[in-house]
Protein backbone atom coordinates (compact mmCIF):
# COMPACT_ATOMS: atom_id res chain seq x y z
CA UNK A 1 0.00 0.00 0.00
CA UNK A 2 1.07 3.40 -0.49
CA UNK A 3 1.74 6.46 1.49
CA UNK A 4 -2.03 8.43 1.19
CA UNK A 5 -3.54 11.71 2.32
CA UNK A 6 -7.14 11.74 2.37
CA UNK A 7 -9.28 14.39 3.05
CA UNK A 8 -12.94 14.93 1.50
CA UNK A 9 -14.39 17.93 3.17
CA UNK A 10 -17.73 18.13 0.98
CA UNK A 11 -20.61 18.08 3.28
CA UNK A 12 -23.40 15.14 2.14
CA UNK A 13 -27.20 16.34 2.83
CA UNK A 14 -28.60 12.89 1.51
CA UNK A 15 -32.18 11.72 1.28
CA UNK A 16 -35.84 13.07 0.69
CA UNK A 17 -36.43 16.88 0.42
CA UNK A 18 -33.15 18.21 0.92
CA UNK A 19 -33.08 20.40 -1.58
CA UNK A 20 -35.62 22.87 0.65
CA UNK A 21 -32.16 23.17 2.55
CA UNK A 22 -30.22 24.67 -0.41
CA UNK A 23 -30.83 28.11 0.74
CA UNK A 24 -29.27 27.72 4.25
CA UNK A 25 -26.43 25.90 2.73
CA UNK A 26 -25.58 28.70 0.33
CA UNK A 27 -25.90 31.54 3.29
CA UNK A 28 -22.69 30.80 4.12
CA UNK A 29 -20.57 30.84 1.04
CA UNK A 30 -22.09 34.36 0.27
CA UNK A 31 -24.77 36.85 -0.20
CA UNK A 32 -24.96 36.85 -4.31
CA UNK A 33 -25.07 33.19 -6.30
CA UNK A 34 -24.21 32.28 -9.75
CA UNK A 35 -27.06 29.40 -10.04
CA UNK A 36 -25.66 27.36 -12.70
CA UNK A 37 -28.17 24.24 -15.03
CA UNK A 38 -28.75 22.65 -17.84
CA UNK A 39 -31.56 22.63 -20.01
CA UNK A 40 -35.28 23.22 -18.43
CA UNK A 41 -35.72 19.77 -17.06
CA UNK A 42 -34.93 21.26 -13.56
CA UNK A 43 -37.59 23.86 -14.45
CA UNK A 44 -40.15 21.14 -15.59
CA UNK A 45 -40.06 19.00 -12.41
CA UNK A 46 -39.95 22.02 -10.15
CA UNK A 47 -37.02 22.14 -8.70
CA UNK A 48 -35.67 25.42 -10.10
CA UNK A 49 -38.79 26.76 -8.30
CA UNK A 50 -38.16 25.04 -5.15
CA UNK A 51 -34.22 26.43 -5.27
CA UNK A 52 -34.79 29.88 -6.18
CA UNK A 53 -37.52 30.23 -3.10
CA UNK A 54 -34.88 28.59 -0.63
CA UNK A 55 -32.40 31.07 -1.83
CA UNK A 56 -34.60 34.43 -1.75
CA UNK A 57 -36.00 33.13 1.63
CA UNK A 58 -32.45 33.28 2.83
CA UNK A 59 -31.69 36.72 1.14
CA UNK A 60 -29.38 35.40 -1.30
CA UNK A 61 -29.00 37.71 -4.80
CA UNK A 62 -29.35 35.10 -7.99
CA UNK A 63 -28.12 35.67 -11.29
CA UNK A 64 -28.76 33.01 -13.69
CA UNK A 65 -26.75 30.90 -16.45
CA UNK A 66 -28.42 27.85 -17.80
CA UNK A 67 -27.48 25.91 -20.90
CA UNK A 68 -25.22 23.63 -20.02
CA UNK A 69 -24.39 20.69 -22.31
CA UNK A 70 -23.44 17.00 -21.67
CA UNK A 71 -19.32 17.45 -22.21
CA UNK A 72 -19.65 20.96 -21.14
CA UNK A 73 -18.35 23.53 -23.51
CA UNK A 74 -15.54 26.02 -22.67
CA UNK A 75 -17.36 28.67 -24.35
CA UNK A 76 -19.82 28.49 -22.00
CA UNK A 77 -17.45 28.72 -18.98
CA UNK A 78 -15.70 31.77 -20.32
CA UNK A 79 -18.94 33.36 -20.10
CA UNK A 80 -19.79 32.33 -16.83
CA UNK A 81 -16.27 33.69 -15.62
CA UNK A 82 -17.14 37.32 -17.42
CA UNK A 83 -21.05 37.10 -16.27
CA UNK A 84 -19.31 36.21 -12.16
CA UNK A 85 -16.78 39.08 -12.66
CA UNK A 86 -19.35 41.81 -14.21
CA UNK A 87 -22.22 40.56 -11.21
CA UNK A 88 -19.38 40.63 -8.45
CA UNK A 89 -20.65 36.98 -7.95
CA UNK A 90 -19.00 35.22 -4.89
CA UNK A 91 -20.26 31.67 -4.51
CA UNK A 92 -21.73 29.19 -7.45
CA UNK A 93 -24.48 26.82 -6.91
CA UNK A 94 -24.41 23.99 -9.42
CA UNK A 95 -27.96 22.20 -9.47
CA UNK A 96 -27.58 19.33 -12.22
CA UNK A 97 -25.75 16.14 -12.97
CA UNK A 98 -21.75 15.99 -13.76
CA UNK A 99 -21.38 18.37 -16.66
CA UNK A 100 -23.67 21.04 -14.66
CA UNK A 101 -20.79 20.49 -11.55
CA UNK A 102 -17.83 20.59 -14.22
CA UNK A 103 -18.82 23.48 -15.65
CA UNK A 104 -19.41 25.26 -12.27
CA UNK A 105 -16.11 24.55 -10.96
CA UNK A 106 -14.43 25.47 -13.60
CA UNK A 107 -16.14 29.07 -13.46
CA UNK A 108 -15.43 29.33 -10.00
CA UNK A 109 -11.64 28.50 -10.89
CA UNK A 110 -11.94 31.26 -13.70
CA UNK A 111 -13.25 33.87 -12.32
CA UNK A 112 -10.50 34.52 -9.36
CA UNK A 113 -7.60 33.78 -12.42
CA UNK A 114 -5.67 36.19 -14.93
CA UNK A 115 -5.10 34.16 -17.56
CA UNK A 116 -7.28 32.05 -19.42
CA UNK A 117 -9.10 29.42 -17.72
CA UNK A 118 -8.09 26.98 -20.69
CA UNK A 119 -4.80 27.51 -18.77
CA UNK A 120 -5.83 24.94 -15.96
CA UNK A 121 -6.41 22.21 -18.58
CA UNK A 122 -3.55 22.05 -20.51
CA UNK A 123 -1.08 21.90 -17.61
CA UNK A 124 -0.06 25.95 -18.02
CA UNK A 125 -1.03 27.25 -15.05
CA UNK A 126 -2.12 25.19 -11.57
CA UNK A 127 -5.88 25.73 -10.11
CA UNK A 128 -5.05 27.19 -6.32
CA UNK A 129 -7.98 29.02 -5.63
CA UNK A 130 -11.60 29.15 -6.44
CA UNK A 131 -14.88 30.36 -5.70
CA UNK A 132 -17.02 27.94 -3.26
CA UNK A 133 -19.42 25.79 -5.44
CA UNK A 134 -22.80 23.95 -3.94
CA UNK A 135 -24.57 21.28 -5.68
CA UNK A 136 -27.49 20.34 -5.59
CA UNK A 137 -27.65 16.96 -8.04
CA UNK A 138 -29.94 15.65 -10.04
CA UNK A 139 -27.92 12.72 -11.80
CA UNK A 140 -26.36 10.30 -10.43
CA UNK A 141 -23.14 9.60 -12.59
CA UNK A 142 -20.00 11.53 -12.63
CA UNK A 143 -19.28 11.58 -8.88
CA UNK A 144 -18.15 15.49 -9.39
CA UNK A 145 -20.54 16.42 -6.18
CA UNK A 146 -17.59 15.87 -3.86
CA UNK A 147 -14.78 15.14 -6.25
CA UNK A 148 -11.69 17.55 -7.06
CA UNK A 149 -11.64 17.67 -10.87
CA UNK A 150 -13.35 19.25 -13.72
CA UNK A 151 -13.54 18.33 -17.55
CA UNK A 152 -14.80 20.70 -19.86
CA UNK A 153 -14.67 20.45 -23.67
CA UNK A 154 -13.00 23.04 -25.65
CA UNK A 155 -14.81 23.08 -29.51
CA UNK A 156 -11.57 24.57 -30.86
CA UNK A 157 -10.18 21.60 -31.68
CA UNK A 158 -12.65 19.18 -30.27
CA UNK A 159 -10.19 18.83 -27.21
CA UNK A 160 -11.87 17.30 -23.80
CA UNK A 161 -9.61 17.78 -20.96
CA UNK A 162 -9.43 17.66 -16.75
CA UNK A 163 -7.92 19.54 -14.18
CA UNK A 164 -8.06 19.17 -10.91
CA UNK A 165 -7.62 20.87 -7.42
CA UNK A 166 -8.38 20.01 -4.12
CA UNK A 167 -10.09 23.28 -3.70
CA UNK A 168 -12.42 22.57 -5.99
CA UNK A 169 -14.45 19.94 -4.21
CA UNK A 170 -17.85 21.35 -3.43
CA UNK A 171 -18.46 23.03 -0.02
CA UNK A 172 -21.71 20.36 0.29
CA UNK A 173 -23.63 18.16 -1.95
CA UNK A 174 -27.48 17.69 -1.52
CA UNK A 175 -28.64 14.57 -3.05
CA UNK A 176 -32.07 13.35 -2.80
CA UNK A 177 -32.81 10.46 -4.64
CA UNK A 178 -36.43 11.19 -5.98
CA UNK A 179 -34.84 14.32 -8.02
CA UNK A 180 -33.80 11.26 -9.99
CA UNK A 181 -36.93 9.40 -10.59
CA UNK A 182 -37.75 11.35 -13.58
CA UNK A 183 -34.06 10.95 -15.31
CA UNK A 184 -34.67 9.50 -18.94
CA UNK A 185 -33.34 5.71 -19.20
CA UNK A 186 -30.54 6.27 -21.24
CA UNK A 187 -29.54 8.90 -19.23
CA UNK A 188 -29.59 6.23 -15.78
CA UNK A 189 -27.72 3.99 -17.71
CA UNK A 190 -24.79 6.66 -18.32
CA UNK A 191 -24.49 7.00 -14.90
CA UNK A 192 -24.10 3.62 -14.16
CA UNK A 193 -21.92 3.14 -17.09
CA UNK A 194 -19.89 6.08 -15.33
CA UNK A 195 -19.80 5.35 -12.22
CA UNK A 196 -18.75 1.60 -12.58
CA UNK A 197 -15.63 2.65 -14.74
CA UNK A 198 -14.83 5.17 -12.41
CA UNK A 199 -14.10 2.03 -10.16
CA UNK A 200 -12.46 0.39 -12.34
CA UNK A 201 -10.02 3.10 -13.04
CA UNK A 202 -8.98 2.59 -9.41
CA UNK A 203 -8.93 -1.38 -9.07
CA UNK A 204 -6.94 -2.20 -11.86
CA UNK A 205 -3.50 -0.63 -10.17
CA UNK A 206 -0.20 -2.29 -9.96
CA UNK A 207 0.06 -1.42 -6.24
CA UNK A 208 0.13 -4.72 -4.08
CA UNK A 209 -1.26 -5.27 -0.99
CA UNK A 210 -4.65 -3.25 -1.09
CA UNK A 211 -7.01 -5.28 -0.03
CA UNK A 212 -8.77 -2.92 2.04
CA UNK A 213 -9.33 -1.46 -0.85
CA UNK A 214 -9.96 -3.81 -2.99
CA UNK A 215 -12.83 -4.96 -1.33
CA UNK A 216 -14.17 -1.74 -1.12
CA UNK A 217 -14.03 -1.24 -4.81
CA UNK A 218 -15.66 -4.84 -5.29
CA UNK A 219 -18.49 -3.39 -2.87
CA UNK A 220 -19.16 -0.65 -5.09
CA UNK A 221 -18.99 -2.73 -8.13
CA UNK A 222 -21.01 -5.36 -7.04
CA UNK A 223 -24.00 -2.98 -5.52
CA UNK A 224 -24.14 -1.47 -8.87
CA UNK A 225 -24.69 -3.96 -10.80
CA UNK A 226 -26.99 -5.63 -8.43
CA UNK A 227 -29.15 -2.60 -8.61
CA UNK A 228 -28.98 -1.45 -12.05
CA UNK A 229 -31.96 -3.38 -13.24
CA UNK A 230 -34.12 -2.16 -9.94
CA UNK A 231 -33.82 1.32 -11.39
CA UNK A 232 -34.44 0.24 -14.73
CA UNK A 233 -37.10 -1.46 -14.02
CA UNK A 234 -38.79 0.45 -11.73
CA UNK A 235 -37.65 4.31 -12.12
CA UNK A 236 -39.47 5.07 -9.30
CA UNK A 237 -38.15 2.68 -6.79
CA UNK A 238 -36.21 5.04 -3.78
CA UNK A 239 -34.48 2.23 -2.31
CA UNK A 240 -32.42 1.51 -5.43
CA UNK A 241 -32.21 5.09 -6.59
CA UNK A 242 -30.68 5.61 -3.40
CA UNK A 243 -28.11 3.04 -3.41
CA UNK A 244 -26.99 4.33 -7.03
CA UNK A 245 -26.78 7.78 -6.03
CA UNK A 246 -24.49 7.16 -2.97
CA UNK A 247 -22.14 4.26 -4.80
CA UNK A 248 -21.85 7.38 -7.68
CA UNK A 249 -20.40 9.59 -5.09
CA UNK A 250 -18.06 6.73 -3.05
CA UNK A 251 -17.03 6.09 -6.64
CA UNK A 252 -15.33 9.15 -7.67
CA UNK A 253 -14.76 10.87 -4.21
CA UNK A 254 -11.18 9.20 -4.03
CA UNK A 255 -11.79 7.14 -1.31
CA UNK A 256 -11.14 4.48 -3.54
CA UNK A 257 -7.86 5.81 -3.82
CA UNK A 258 -6.45 5.36 -1.07
CA UNK A 259 -3.16 3.60 -0.91
CA UNK A 260 -2.70 2.35 -4.75
CA UNK A 261 -2.45 3.65 -8.17
CA UNK A 262 -5.56 3.92 -10.48
CA UNK A 263 -5.02 3.75 -14.33
CA UNK A 264 -7.15 6.53 -16.34
CA UNK A 265 -5.90 5.36 -19.82
CA UNK A 266 -9.86 4.46 -20.73
CA UNK A 267 -10.85 8.16 -19.54
CA UNK A 268 -8.34 9.19 -21.52
CA UNK A 269 -9.35 7.59 -24.95
CA UNK A 270 -12.72 8.51 -24.02
CA UNK A 271 -12.32 12.21 -23.78
CA UNK A 272 -11.02 11.39 -27.34
CA UNK A 273 -14.29 10.08 -28.47
CA UNK A 274 -15.83 12.62 -26.24
CA UNK A 275 -14.53 15.71 -27.75
CA UNK A 276 -14.37 14.90 -31.49
CA UNK A 277 -17.85 13.30 -31.59
CA UNK A 278 -19.79 14.63 -28.45
CA UNK A 279 -20.66 10.96 -27.12
CA UNK A 280 -22.03 10.68 -23.88
CA UNK A 281 -19.25 10.51 -21.19
CA UNK A 282 -20.78 6.34 -19.82
CA UNK A 283 -21.62 5.65 -23.20
CA UNK A 284 -18.00 6.69 -24.30
CA UNK A 285 -16.62 4.58 -21.54
CA UNK A 286 -18.70 1.10 -22.46
CA UNK A 287 -17.11 1.08 -25.52
CA UNK A 288 -13.58 1.74 -24.33
CA UNK A 289 -13.25 -0.30 -21.01
CA UNK A 290 -13.99 -3.83 -22.78
CA UNK A 291 -11.81 -3.02 -25.43
CA UNK A 292 -8.41 -1.56 -22.88
CA UNK A 293 -9.52 -4.56 -21.05
CA UNK A 294 -8.44 -7.27 -24.14
CA UNK A 295 -6.13 -5.24 -24.93
CA UNK A 296 -3.82 -5.13 -21.76
CA UNK A 297 -5.21 -8.36 -19.39
CA UNK A 298 -2.17 -10.29 -20.12
CA UNK A 299 -0.24 -7.71 -18.09
CA UNK A 300 -2.00 -9.22 -14.76
CA UNK A 301 -3.84 -12.14 -15.24
CA UNK A 302 -3.66 -13.08 -11.75
CA UNK A 303 -5.69 -9.41 -10.47
CA UNK A 304 -8.45 -9.66 -13.66
CA UNK A 305 -8.73 -13.53 -12.41
CA UNK A 306 -9.71 -11.83 -8.79
CA UNK A 307 -12.27 -9.17 -10.86
CA UNK A 308 -13.42 -12.07 -12.40
CA UNK A 309 -14.69 -13.80 -9.58
CA UNK A 310 -14.99 -11.14 -7.04
CA UNK A 311 -17.23 -8.83 -8.94
CA UNK A 312 -18.93 -11.62 -11.27
CA UNK A 313 -18.45 -14.79 -9.26
CA UNK A 314 -16.65 -16.20 -12.09
CA UNK A 315 -15.49 -20.40 -10.67
CA UNK A 316 -11.58 -19.96 -10.65
CA UNK A 317 -10.49 -22.28 -13.25
CA UNK A 318 -7.14 -23.16 -11.82
CA UNK A 319 -6.03 -25.09 -14.93
CA UNK A 320 -6.62 -21.99 -17.15
CA UNK A 321 -6.52 -18.80 -15.19
CA UNK A 322 -6.57 -16.97 -18.90
CA UNK A 323 -9.84 -18.52 -19.32
CA UNK A 324 -11.15 -17.11 -15.79
CA UNK A 325 -10.01 -13.73 -16.78
CA UNK A 326 -11.65 -13.63 -20.20
CA UNK A 327 -14.71 -14.96 -18.85
CA UNK A 328 -14.52 -11.39 -16.28
CA UNK A 329 -13.77 -9.33 -19.03
CA UNK A 330 -16.97 -11.03 -20.90
CA UNK A 331 -19.43 -10.23 -18.50
CA UNK A 332 -18.31 -6.73 -17.70
CA UNK A 333 -19.49 -6.31 -21.69
CA UNK A 334 -22.21 -8.44 -21.05
CA UNK A 335 -23.39 -5.77 -18.11
CA UNK A 336 -23.27 -2.73 -20.29
CA UNK A 337 -25.46 -4.62 -23.16
CA UNK A 338 -27.78 -5.23 -20.52
CA UNK A 339 -28.02 -1.55 -19.71
CA UNK A 340 -28.32 -0.62 -22.91
CA UNK A 341 -24.63 1.08 -23.43
CA UNK A 342 -23.32 0.45 -27.09
CA UNK A 343 -20.26 -1.75 -26.44
CA UNK A 344 -18.59 -1.03 -30.39
CA UNK A 345 -17.96 2.21 -31.60
CA UNK A 346 -20.55 1.49 -34.61
CA UNK A 347 -23.44 0.99 -32.15
CA UNK A 348 -22.63 4.57 -31.54
CA UNK A 349 -22.16 5.59 -35.27
CA UNK A 350 -18.75 6.48 -34.72
CA UNK A 351 -16.68 5.95 -37.81
CA UNK A 352 -12.98 4.64 -37.67
CA UNK A 353 -11.55 6.90 -39.47
CA UNK A 354 -10.23 9.25 -37.03
CA UNK A 355 -8.72 6.59 -34.86
CA UNK A 356 -4.55 7.83 -35.79
CA UNK A 357 -5.94 11.31 -35.26
CA UNK A 358 -7.62 10.62 -31.52
CA UNK A 359 -4.58 8.16 -31.02
CA UNK A 360 -2.47 11.32 -31.56
CA UNK A 361 -4.18 13.71 -29.21
CA UNK A 362 -4.58 11.33 -26.80
CA UNK A 363 -0.64 10.68 -26.34
CA UNK A 364 0.47 13.97 -27.59
CA UNK A 365 2.06 14.37 -23.76
CA UNK A 366 3.26 10.82 -23.54
CA UNK A 367 1.83 7.79 -22.59
CA UNK A 368 -0.93 7.76 -20.75
CA UNK A 369 -2.33 5.24 -18.47
CA UNK A 370 -0.11 3.57 -14.87
CA UNK A 371 -1.49 0.08 -14.99
CA UNK A 372 0.00 -0.20 -18.52
CA UNK A 373 1.37 2.60 -19.88
CA UNK A 374 0.03 3.01 -23.34
CA UNK A 375 1.46 4.99 -26.72
CA UNK A 376 -0.18 5.57 -30.01
CA UNK A 377 -0.29 2.86 -31.17
CA UNK A 378 -1.22 1.13 -28.40
CA UNK A 379 -4.46 3.44 -28.46
CA UNK A 380 -5.01 2.47 -31.89
CA UNK A 381 -4.99 -0.78 -31.25
CA UNK A 382 -7.96 -0.55 -28.51
CA UNK A 383 -10.02 1.59 -30.87
CA UNK A 384 -9.39 -0.89 -33.54
CA UNK A 385 -11.06 -3.73 -30.75
CA UNK A 386 -13.28 -1.33 -29.83
CA UNK A 387 -14.57 -1.18 -33.51
CA UNK A 388 -14.43 -5.01 -34.49
CA UNK A 389 -17.64 -6.31 -34.86
CA UNK A 390 -16.27 -9.51 -35.18
CA UNK A 391 -15.62 -9.90 -31.43
CA UNK A 392 -18.87 -9.79 -30.99
CA UNK A 393 -20.40 -12.68 -28.87
CA UNK A 394 -21.45 -15.43 -31.05
CA UNK A 395 -20.10 -14.11 -34.55
Given at each position: MENFVYQNTTKIIFGKDTESLVGKEMSGLGNKVLLHYGGGSIKRSGLYDTVIKALKEADIEVVELGGVMPNPRLSLVREGIKLCKDEKIDSVLAVGGGSVIDSAKAISAGVLYEGDVWDFFTGKAQIEEALPVGVVLTIPAAGSESSTGTVVT????????????????????IMNPVLTYTLPPYQTSCGLSDMFAHVLERYFTNVPNVELTDRMCEAVMKT???????????????????????AGTLAHNNLLDTGRIGDWASHGIQHELGGIYDIAHGAGLAIVFPAWMKYVYKHDIPRFVQYANRVWNVDINPFNMEETALEGIRRTEEFFKSINMPVRLNDANIPLDRIEEMAKKGAENGPIGQFLPLDEEDIIAILEIAGDKSLEEGE
Open positions: NEDGGYKKSAGADILRPKFAIIDNAPKVLNDPNGYDARAEIMW
